[in-house]
């Protein structure tokens, strides 16, 4: 898509209602910190600069300026989980916690995305400085698990688990070798990776 269109950059229409939707589904499903922060408003080529605005907003611009509005039917078809958070979640919300329900949760993910950000990059800092396929647990251990965690992660990435295929199992998985050893066996993990403990070691594979 990027290559046949040769553009510098794709500007996509989401807005502030779209990023409370995506902090509630993100709780709902005891998301982390990286996943409740939601959509950022550049992420490389792809730009979101209505990401500030509500929908009515954008609806009402766009009726007042003699554009014709498209909508897509699935919006209004209640089988989806987003549907329902849009059409039932948020209204209930807003009529017994009061107004301004939406753009709490933004202001949230606003928040989330700058701890994220930070833990990130502390976690980048210190992988770039150990032999990821054999980590040592000292090193791991005094690291605050919300990093250590994070270190793991891009570890098993790294070894060959596909993009976006390890869940909170698996990270916990991971980290209990660290924080609550007493001789498990390996992890497996996506993309055929394998990661175990071997004395004060934290070795990965995926042979």
Known sequence: FIDTYRAK???LAHTLNDQAENVLLGLARGSGARSL???????????????????????????????????????????????????NVLPTLEENLGPGITQA?????DLLRDDADALDGFANEFFAQIDWM?????????????????VLRLAIYKAGSPAGSLSAEHIASAEALVSDWHGQKEVALPGNVKLWRNSGTISLSNQ
């Not at 949760?105 to 993910?109: F, G, K, M, T, W």
């Open 9 to 11: 950059y794709f500007l």
């Open 37 to 87: 922060a939601g959509m950022a408003i550049e992420n490389n080529v792809f730009v979101r600069p209505m990401l500030k605005i509500d929908r009515q907003t954008t609806v009402t611009a766009c009726q007042e300026s003699g554009i014709e509005i498209w909508s897509d039917p699935h919006n209004e078809d209640l089988r989806f989980t987003r549907v329902r958070v849009r059409k």
């Open 105 to 109: 949760l933004v202001r949230s993910a």
């Open 134 to 150: 054999n980590i040592e647990v000292n090193d791991l251990e005094r690291l605050p698990k919300a990093i250590r965690s994070r």
